[in-house]
């Protein structure tokens, strides 16, 4: 009957758009107010330092600030509204990640300033890759079946890396950055 078949038409489009929210497929234990996303978003700095600070037993403040070569005043304000937001947590004379992952919707005012964030920091670091790094750019053409299809993979992928960090030791601070777009 059509209006069955129109039925589940839209309920196949309801779980393929679900299937798409990575807000529904990836735990995060936080998400800022839209005032405290204007600042973590701001820079990629504050992530970084919230997560190499959850590496072995944590880092001093001229730890962080050696390791990221910033002034003592820049680095106290980020200290201060990372522990205000408890996404950092001082310990004596050490600093430890709090939170352990924060999310932001793609909808945020803040989300394409993260994105950016990241890809420029992504570009600096290109001309001085490491061995055990790599960076891949690829334009590509291809049917539309074919990019749904290559979408619902990159977002499993997501979702799977996303459980096997979540249970791995935190050892080393790195960068994922994937794009996925119509040009």
Not at 96 to 109: A, E, L, N, P
Not at 130 to 150: G, R
């Amino acid at each position: 009957h059509h209006k069955y078949k129109k039925y589940l038409q839209e309920k196949k489009e309801a779980l393929k758009s679900e299937f798409g929210n990575l807000s529904k497929r990836v735990q995060h234990e936080k998400t800022l107010s839209e005032h405290d996303q204007q600042f973590f978003y701001s820079s990629w700095i504050y992530s970084a330092i919230r997560l190499k600070c959850g590496i072995g037993d944590g880092l001093t403040a001229e730890e962080i600030k050696n390791q990221f070569q910033l002034s003592t005043t820049k680095l106290n304000k980020i200290l201060e509204f990372l522990i205000r937001t408890g996404l950092l947590i001082q310990n004596q004379q050490k600093y430890k990640t709090g939170t352990q992952s924060t999310y932001i919707s793609r909808d945020s005012v803040m989300v394409s300033k993260h994105h950016m964030n990241w890809r420029v920091r992504a570009a600096e670091k290109s001309s001085e890759l490491a061995e055990e790094e790599f960076m891949f750019t690829c334009p590509l053409t291809c049917s539309h079946k074919d990019m749904a299809l290559i979408k619902e993979k990159l977002t499993a992928t997501i979702q799977e890396i996303s459980q096997i960090v979540k249970d791995s030791p935190s050892e080393e601070l790195l960068y994922l950055g994937i794009d996925w777009f119509l040009v």
